[in-house]
């Protein structure tokens, strides 16, 4: 496809979906627009947009697709404005952010103004930040969730998956409120429940400070998405309050009937409490989700130095990416867990291929 597309907010997300559209669409012009001026001057240095762009005034008008990939706040902020600016009548314009009633309602003077708006929001993240970290595959077979709510914005949805292909996401349509219940149960409550256990170890670690050493390791790991950008869950948590304090209620008596269980030592109710969860669990499907999956591989090796390099230079030889690596805990038995996370499924099968095929180190999935 041909035109100009206007990226509005120019980091991971941004980037990503530069490089993806630039990689389907090879004609197609990409323009950027970005509160940092260093963020746009690296995306021009690393080939990911084709042109700086003044202001969202002077380059929305010549836009065939406006893609918003700023915080959900300023999105709503920069729609408001959008009607005031004077558009191309067949201009397709999506956002990227992660709750979607407000946004769709900040978007009704535009809809009302004849212009095709349809929310998205691609589920996908890295554990780094920034336009230098955008990569095209970011988002491949990741849910893409798009919220078209007028007949127009329906008849064009097969558009913005055209120009969106090279995302190679998985596409599913649904209503705002539809999107809003379902990310906040499966993302942001999470993130929430995330933060207060984090909070909570905090003060207690204070009375007992080696808890401080031994929350590596398993606690580190579940509460790992505390440490997403504070900024942008603070929008989330606005933007979706409604339905996040429905759910919080919920969180809380589920909390009161488990500390009741406890209280009372009730034995089979605390079984069921578990074996519930356990088969629930269980049964969840193991693609990717509302929360970025994290593909670790987990190494037992002996304590040794070099051990680290020696792994590496396996992967190496295979030509497989890594994207962190640490030792997780040292046993009394001289054997480490070295925990490798990669970039998706198939590097981290290949790396647990290759790991045998070069030692007799045991490596699993957790």
């Not at 915080?71 to 067949?90: A, D, F, R, S």
């Amino acid at each position: 496809m041909k035109g100009n597309v206007l990226i509005v907010g120019l980091g991971l997300i941004g980037g990503s979906l530069a490089l993806s559209i630039k990689a389907a669409h090879p004609e197609a012009h990409i323009v950027a627009v970005d509160v940092s001026y260093r963020s746009l001057e690296e995306g021009l240095a690393l080939g990911v947009i084709d042109e700086i762009g003044e202001s969202i005034l002077l380059e929305a008008p010549r836009a065939d697709l406006i893609i918003f990939c700023c915080p959900v706040k300023e999105t709503e902020q920069l729609l408001h404005y959008l009607p005031k600016i004077k558009l191309k009548p067949g201009v397709l314009i999506t956002d990227t952010g992660s709750t979607k009633e407000d946004v769709m309602e900040a978007a009704s003077a535009l809809l009302e103004a004849g212009f095709t708006f349809i929310g998205g929001h691609p589920m996908a993240g890295s554990h780094k930040s920034g336009v230098q970290a955008a990569k095209q595959i970011l988002f491949e077979n990741a849910y893409y969730l798009l919220t078209p709510t007028t007949e127009k914005a329906q008849a064009r949805t097969a558009e913005l998956k055209e120009w969106l292909g090279g995302t190679r996401a998985k596409f599913l349509v649904l209503s705002p409120h539809e999107h809003d219940a379902i990310t906040g149960m499966l993302s942001h409550l999470p993130h929430i429940v995330a933060a207060q256990l984090v909070n909570q170890t905090s003060r207690f670690v204070e009375q007992y400070p080696l808890g401080f050493r031994l929350a590596a390791g398993g606690f580190r790991d579940i509460t790992r998405i505390a440490s997403s950008d504070p900024r942008m869950w603070t929008d989330i948590s606005l933007s979706n309050r409604e339905l996040l304090l429905e759910q919080l209620d919920d969180w809380q008596k589920g909390i009161d009937e488990a500390a009741q269980m406890i209280r009372a030592g009730d034995k089979e109710a605390i079984y069921r409490f578990f074996d519930e969860a356990k088969e629930f669990r269980d049964s969840l499907p193991v693609h990717r989700g509302a929360i970025p999956a994290f593909y670790d591989l987990f190494v037992d090796v002996p304590d040794y130095p070099g051990v680290i390099s020696e792994i590496t230079g396996y992967l190496a030889k295979e030509a497989i990416s890594l994207i962190n690596i640490r030792i997780l805990e040292t046993r009394e038995d001289i054997f480490g867990i070295l925990q490798i996370t990669f970039q998706n499924e198939e590097d981290r099968k290949r790396a647990k291929a290759c790991i045998a095929k070069y030692s007799s180190y045991t490596s699993r999935y957790e």
